[in-house]
């Protein structure tokens, strides 16, 4: 399914509200809709349940939003945690220069595709395209140009070198998107943390910051947190929480928003032994991603050419969004950066006493993080499908289907009376509901035909949905119907219950 009907299917089956509607919203800020939190909650069960209960050496915390002003002076946020921005003095648009440079290159990359399109409709099946980008000279010069664009612009970029990247939108004639003028300020560095004020401090003193990663919460509670539960090295601690980023530009619907929630967790290694650990993090995670039964060839590691002033390797696992590749999770080794950082500014040792070598020092750490409303879309946008299905005549008819995992369907069983205006029927349907509803998030329907009732429910990607009918009445059978398979069969009501817990345990993904 595109991208513009994806989002509109989530407004309206109430996954997904642009947050404050009523007052024509607020940029990149969502709320989740009674379907969205439901998947929501069910994506971070996932990740809780085989990161922190599966592993015998992770605890989880709950941090607060609000830190120490130390923290992200400690952390590098507060001098650091930048992108340059530049203003368009006739659009008063405000734009991430780097992206409009990405932008430029994106665009000779597209004249690239164009050409490979047409050469593989010319030569047909003979048609090789490795070879043909390798030795045709037109398509060599522009690979050439989007080479060098890119070395400058990341030479730049770590340099921190604003008026290079000013004079990259000048060389190369960038105009703005909206308007088409060239009238551009000049670049500069804007911090993305937001901040706010405490009540009872004025001034600088009193300046709080809305965590823009959820990891310094760890960091500072790491001894806390040994000594509490008496971890040894190696062991990790995870949280899931939001996070606040005053992104420039903020697009493409949920995958970058200003407000978003992470998982992250840190795991806490013996110097030395940190690629190790991070090998086994890489590895472990795409693992997580895979046992949701995404197809091989929408994922792929992408690993860090430019690695953060903390990290010494990063990897991001790309997942195929609607709109491309793009990082869905970061795997990094930050060294002992953070912890160090902490000890210097908080006068305080954070040092781990190793009783297999009878030595304190600072542990390394490798850290997996990802975000919540990210894996949400990834989730959605591999789930969401329209398809040809027979309907109750044998003739051919579309369908809008959420081929979710069940362990992560919002609703994991309806119940639907045959028909509403029985009450044998009705009432039979209601004891099941009842019953059921105990165990899993179920839903009683009896507005409508059957086959619609059908369709609501794959709409929100129900993987089950119970029929009572007049056999019911006579045998306590019902018919099951498989979202995914179309099959019906008869069970007995009260296997109803196991039968759905098989196929919906989140144990099925571990
Ligand atoms: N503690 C490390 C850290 O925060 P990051 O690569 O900046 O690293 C980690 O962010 C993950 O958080 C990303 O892979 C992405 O899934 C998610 N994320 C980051 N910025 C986001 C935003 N503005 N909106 C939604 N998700 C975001």
């Known amino acids: ?28 800020v969502y709320d989740y809709g009674p379907y969205g939190v439901e998947l929501k909650n069910n994506i971070k069960s996932y990740w809780w349940k085989s990161m922190v209960q599966m592993h015998e050496n992770i605890v989880g915390i709950d941090a607060a939003i609000f830190m120490h002003p130390k923290t992200w002076k400690a952390s590098g946020h507060v001098d650091a945690f930048n992108d340059p921005l530049v203003d368009n003095k006739d659009s008063k648009k405000r734009y991430r220069a780097d992206q409009l440079i990405e932008g430029y290159a994106e665009k000779i990359e597209l004249k690239i595709r164009k050409d490979v399109e047409k050469a593989a409709e010319r030569y ?31 030479a730049a970029m770590k340099a921190g070198d604003m008026d290079d990247l000013k004079a990259q939108i000048e060389t190369y004639e960038i105009a703005c998107p909206e308007s088409g003028s060239k009238n551009w300020t000049e670049v500069r560095q804007f911090n993305l943390m937001f901040n706010t004020q405490l009540g009872n401090i004025a001034g600088e003193e009193g300046k709080l910051y809305l965590r ?5 919460g760890i960091f500072v509670n790491f001894l806390n947190v040994q000594k509490s539960t008496r971890q040894k090295i190696p062991f990790g601690i995870a949280q899931i929480g939001k996070a606040f980023r005053n992104e420039i530009v903020a697009r493409q619907f949920i995958f970058r928003m200003r407000e978003f929630e992470q998982m992250e967790m840190q795991f806490f290694v013996r110097p030395g032994t940190e690629m190790e650990w ?91 993080s990802i975000g919540c409303d990210r894996m949400f879309l990834a989730v959605l946008s591999n789930a969401l499908v329209e398809e040809a299905v027979p309907d109750a005549e044998g003739q051919e008819s579309t369908r809008v289907v959420m081929k979710l995992p069940p362990a992560l369907a919002p609703v994991k069983v309806a119940v639907l009376p045959l028909l509403k205006n029985k009450e044998a029927l009705t009432q039979a349907a209601e004891k099941i509901y009842n019953d059921l509803k105990r165990h899993f998030n179920c839903q009683y329907d009896e507005k ?63």
């Open 1 to 28: 399914m595109d991208f513009k009907n994806l989002v509109a299917h989530c407004k309206e089956y109430g996954f997904i509200f642009q947050s404050s509607e009523i007052y024509d919203g607020l940029s990149a």
């Open 124 to 154: 047909g099946d003979a048609f090789d395209e490795a070879q043909f980008r390798a030795t045709n000279a037109r398509i060599i010069e522009r690979q050439n140009q989007i080479d060098a664009i890119l070395a400058r612009l990341g």
């Open 212 to 216: 823009p990663e959820t990891a310094q």
């Open 278 to 368: 991070y090998n086994y993090w890489k590895d472990a995670r795409l693992k997580w991603h895979k046992a949701l039964g995404t197809v091989d060839n929408k994922l792929r590691y992408h690993d860090h050419d430019n690695l953060a002033h903390y990290a010494n390797a990063a990897v991001d696992i790309e997942f195929d969004f609607p709109f491309g590749f793009r990082e869905l999770e970061g795997i990094h080794s930050r060294t002992d950066y953070d912890l160090t950082q902490h000890q210097a500014l908080s006068g305080k040792k954070l040092q781990y006493f190793d009783p297999e070598q009878n030595e304190n020092y600072v542990p390394y750490v490798v850290e997996t």
């Open 448 to 510: 409508d035909a059957i086959g619609r009732r059908y369709r609501r429910q794959d709409a929100i990607g129900t993987p089950y949905c119970v029929t009572v009918d007049f056999d019911t009445l006579e045998d306590n059978t019902v018919t099951i119907r498989d979202r995914d398979t179309l099959e019906q069969k008869r069970i007995k009501i009260d296997d109803i219950r196991s039968f759905v817990q098989d196929k919906v345990s989140i144990e099925n993904l571990l």
